[in-house]
């Protein structure tokens, strides 16, 4: 079973800065795609930014130049730094791990979301 934690929401003021982190757990072979996703009430879940295992990044245009993410291949983990924050960043944020693990005789590819983190930007 493989499961994700995530840590680091909170308040803060605009301007202001978090670190978000999500660590996998559980029996994994190799992890690819790592993300964080975005979302407010009434509208769909967004990608904030991704990163693959080869470390190549991709963002959203709302974000770029603000946030920067990373990962930790040993640990499972992906971090997501967020600075200059602004109101229109509160969201609840939710990790993404794309993972793969052995499945009796064969390997298995599933994506994972943590369960969400609750960032919320005071104007």
């Known amino acids: 079973q493989v499961r994700l934690v995530e840590s680091g929401g909170g308040l803060v003021q605009a301007g202001g800065s978090l670190r978000l982190s999500c660590a996998a757990s559980?029996?994994?072979?190799?992890?690819?795609?790592m993300g964080w996703y975005r979302q407010v009430p009434g509208k769909h879940r967004e990608l904030v930014a991704s990163?693959?295992?080869?470390?190549?990044?991709n963002y959203a245009d709302s974000v770029k130049g603000r946030c920067t993410i990373s990962r930790d291949n040993a640990k499972n983990t992906v971090y997501l730094q967020m600075n200059s924050l602004k109101p229109e960043d509160t969201a609840v944020y939710y990790c993404y791990q794309r993972i793969t693990r052995f499945q009796r005789a064969d390997t298995l590819t599933t994506d994972y979301w943590g369960q969400g983190t609750r960032v919320t930007v005071s104007s």
């Open positions: 990163i693959e295992r080869v470390g190549n990044t």
């Open positions: 559980g029996t994994i072979l190799s992890i690819n795609t």
